[in-house]
């Protein structure tokens, strides 16, 4: 079947492509592989606890570093104990194609999110192996590490370390809920390392992802040809009450930090509401309310919240329009509402040229396809500021993530991992 956006390829593209259009991954490999990753850390409804750093972190690493080396890669890690597994190329100083995402996982989290595109990667090296085919570019698989930010705040650090858009002094000194810093887990698990690649050292990003959303799988399309991302701005409420005992204090005497908390989380879902018909949402995902106790009314509470949008200045709006609206929660709650700085990643279109590799790939093999833009954070848009990228996306079933059920066949993830090893030998070999 025709992909649905035909776009012809340039002559020199049809010859790369045509040279090893027959090659194909083994599936069969790659599907026992995801299942050895999916026994470390198994939950008992099936999915995966992996948290960045964890032991069951440093078991899949070592595990992944064994199947690297048998493939004849060369693993070399970074301060922040990124990954990246290298497939020498013919040019010896020839930059490195990278292919990979991330092995760790949510708190209750699948066995396809990211463990998918550094295992496909892994499969993309050991065809070129199995075919004795020497790329002209070094090949590259990177585990990217924390990118949940499940554990350690915030989530993609380690790409964002690998991009130089933090300091790896900011991001080791992360702490998670027991206080552990980022370094000691790092050592915990001696993936700590001195050595890695810089943006100027690769040529490109292809990471191949489930697409944890339901749009491919209800069309039945068979991939995603990400062409960008959604923009994304995270940030931190804090609201300020008093504590008092919740029996004798008047109502109008109280400040009940909870009850800012609660204007808050609609105002916020109010906004999402005005985001949706243009593909927007807005989400308080997190609150902690201290002290959180029986009899006392709570003074304070941390809140996480997260707006989204395809683009920059309605995100940027949106934001606004929540400030603009916080001395009326105030007045409401009787309590402080302060703003923390947050973070903002997204809002970028992935390079053309390497989205048109995707798409030329998924033509060529006669896949069925769509463009989209990725609402989830992924590495890949970290990547996109410094290095040529571009993101697959595969049909996930019933758009499931982040969820120990999240589930694909063979069949969904195989036009994927296809059209993944044609793009990188489209600019490797
Ligand atoms: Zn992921």
Known sequence: MAGRH?????????RQMHRHANLRPNMDRLWSTLARSAEIGTTARGGLRRLALT??????????????????CQLTVDGIGNMFAVRPGQEADGKVVLVGSHLDTQIKGGRFDGILGVLAGLEVIRTLNDHGIETRLPVAVVNWT???????????????????????????????????????ALDAISFRGTGGLRPDQCDSLFELHIEQGPRLDAAKIQLGVVTGAFAVRGFVVEVIGETGHVGPTPMPDRHNALVGAAHVTLAIEEIGWELHPTGGKSTTMRLVAEPNLLGILPDRVEMTCDMRHPDNAVVSQALERFIARLPELEAKSRCKIRLHEGWSYGGMAFDRDRVGLVRGAAEALGYTHMDMLTEAGHDAMHVANHLPTAMIFTPCEGGLSHNELENVTLADIEPGVNVLLQAVLARAA
């Open 55 to 72: 032991a069951e972190d440093g078991e899949v690493r070592r595990v992944f570093q064994r199947w690297c080396e048998e493939a004849g």
């Open 146 to 184: 924390n990118e949940e930010g499940a554990r350690f705040e915030p989530p993609m650090i380690g790409s964002a370390i690998f991009t130089g858009d933090k300091s790896l002094d900011f991001a080791l000194s992360r702490t998670d809920k027991d206080g552990i810093t980022l370094g000691a």
């Open 6 to 14: 035909s776009r012809s390829l340039t002559g020199s593209k049809v």
